[in-house]
């Protein structure tokens, strides 16, 4: 564990109240993911019910970073704490402080707790929310109810790594209830992701309310039957499934997320996985169809005509009614696995390559990206892509989230665009975490949790300057073969605690003995959350 002797020093005399105690060496101080700098100290702080917890601004959103605490309190251990906003600390106080003279990041922040109390501090609601998240690992993994909750005495000055700390989740080959969705952002709070990537649209089930056009959800979010097994099987389970939030749904989980400073990033595909949007509206492909939504896994033919008005004017649509429901900077369009046998064939398509000046389908695929690129710029968003829409010259402003490897990431970097890794072979939480034979069915792969852990978000063909434009790395639950809750909790979690520590913690600060070692105690968290962890790591 790192030890940062002046930095433990420097807090505790910046705080003034709590004197200087001596740092000790203790293993009971586990927290994920690992913070900046965490020094151990001598003695412990016990919160009762007559523990006053202080804040120092009256401000809405301070009062509902600092109910994460007494929730906690109460939820877990029955104490009842008071909080007030006015007074100085005292002894046996939990200062909370929003401290804007602090020239640390947003979602920085000191947390001290000293034998007399307890000083969390931060220049914005963010770090306090992040401190909170510490602090609550620092109590004991257990629900019951206690008299007091007894800390141990650390100084933490932590920071996160990267801006964008992502997981994904896709709920076009299963949909996953609304409710589930809330639970997944406590979970990824708890781990200190900040990004949420709704993958809403797919081949097998378009899964949000469009109003200007119904037959998106009346059609599109239901498929007859599923593959039962494995690709390439002729199975199918004869069982029509279905599911879609309603903009009132999408609004509240947005919100949810925002409370827990969350951005959801939603993701619209285009102009590939869209035949549950063209089972509704046929008119969109180059065929005319009829199409019905994929029963199948994999990679269809048939896509959006790039070459028609109508779809056009259908994208623009969407969006129009899509991006309102979503306050963060970044929107996500696919681009991922288009073929581009339709568009060969296609009167419309081959027109506008010809009236466009273009060369191939890979350059019309861009033309097209480029235009959807400028509606969501003038709508206040930027675009956000998988590496495909590399192929055929990327997007003025366009940001890459590179899954094929590293390469289109590093490509795009190198052309100063903004990039977040997702590498398969790192970030894919819908492969194997175990031998496939001990394993519920998953598509494939194998990335144990080592392995993840042991994941560099920035390439080391990337000079400094180049490095800057890697955003963060992104956890990526692709559903084919989740198809409840519990499956995708058994897939992400522990995986997700490594990849937390994988973009949260310094670089060259990672254990992977030490990690498991203090994600056993995590997991006794997860126990009392009811989270349906894998837990093959800890049957030794
Ligand atoms: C992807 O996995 N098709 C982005
Ligand atoms: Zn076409």
């Not at 781990?191 to 649209?201: A, E, P, Q, S």
Request: aromatic share 12%; with cysteine.
């Amino acid at each position: 564990m790192k030890k940062y002797f002046s930095l433990a020093i420097i807090s505790l005399l910046s705080i003034g109240f709590w004197s200087c105690q001596a740092e000790i060496r203790r293993p009971d101080v586990q927290i994920i993911p690992m913070p900046a700098s965490l020094t151990n100290m001598e003695g412990t702080f016990s919160i009762g019910s007559q523990t006053k917890i202080l804040i120092n601004s009256e401000n809405k959103e301070m009062q509902r970073v600092t109910s994460y605490l007494t929730i906690h309190l109460e939820d877990f251990y029955q104490i009842k704490s008071k909080v007030t906003f006015s007074g100085a600390p005292e002894k046996k106080t939990i200062f909370i402080k929003l401290n804007t003279g602090l020239s640390i990041s947003k979602e920085a922040y000191n947390l001290v707790v000293s034998s007399k109390g307890i000083m969390l501090e931060s220049p914005s609601p963010n770090g306090l929310f992040y401190g909170i998240q510490t602090l609550l690992q620092l109590m004991p993994p257990i629900k019951q109810k206690l008299s007091e909750v007894v800390v141990p005495a650390v100084v933490i000055r932590d920071t996160p790594r990267f801006a964008w700390r992502g997981l994904h989740l896709d709920v076009g080959r299963h949909f996953m209830p609304k409710e589930f969705i809330l639970k997944y952002l406590d979970y990824m709070a708890m781990h200190k992701f900040n990004t949420f990537h709704w993958h809403l649209t797919e081949d097998q089930g378009w899964r949000i309310e469009i109003k200007k056009y119904p037959r998106l959800t009346e059609v599109g979010s239901i498929r007859k039957e599923t593959l039962v097994g494995h690709y390439g099987s002729k199975n199918y389970d004869g069982t029509p499934v279905g599911g879609f939030y309603t903009q009132d749904d999408i609004k509240e989980v947005v919100a949810y997320a925002a409370d827990r400073f969350i951005t959801v990033v939603p993701e619209i595909e285009m102009p590939g996985h869209a035949l549950a949007a063209l089972a509704a509206y046929p008119e969109l492909g180059c065929t005319g169809g009829p199409y019905e939504v994929g029963t199948t896994w994999g990679v269809f033919d048939d896509v959006y005509c790039a070459g028609n008005a109508k779809t056009d004017t259908f994208l623009m649509n969407v969006l129009k009614e899509v991006i309102p429901l979503f306050p963060g900077e970044y929107f996500h369009i696919g681009g991922d696995e288009c073929p581009k046998t339709r568009w060969q064939k296609c009167p419309l398509c081959k027109e506008r390559m010809k009236a466009e000046g273009l060369r191939s389908e890979n350059e019309l695929q861009s033309f097209f990206v480029e235009r959807i690129e400028k509606f969501l710029n003038e709508n206040g968003k930027k675009l956000i892509g998988w590496d495909e829409i590399l192929e055929g010259g990327l997007a003025p402003n366009a940001a890459v989230m590179s899954w094929r490897g590293e390469k289109g990431g590093i490509a795009a970097a190198k052309e100063h665009h903004f990039v977040v890794m997702t590498p398969g072979e790192y970030c894919y939480l819908d492969h194997y975490q175990a031998d496939p034979k001990n394993e519920p069915l998953a598509i494939g792969g194998y990335l144990p949790l080592k392995k993840i852990y042991s994941y560099e978000p920035v390439p080391a063909s990337l000079t400094e300057e180049e490095s800057k434009y890697v955003m963060g790395a992104q956890g990526n639950v692709w559903t084919e073969y989740m198809k409840t809750p519990q499956q995708v909790e058994y897939m992400v979690y522990p995986r997700a605690a490594a990849l937390a520590e994988v973009v949260w913690s310094p670089k060259g600060s990672k254990d992977f003995e030490n990690f498991k070692s203090r994600l056993i105690r995590l997991t006794k968290f997860y126990d009392i959350l009811g989270i349906n962890y894998c837990k093959t790591e800890f049957k030794q």
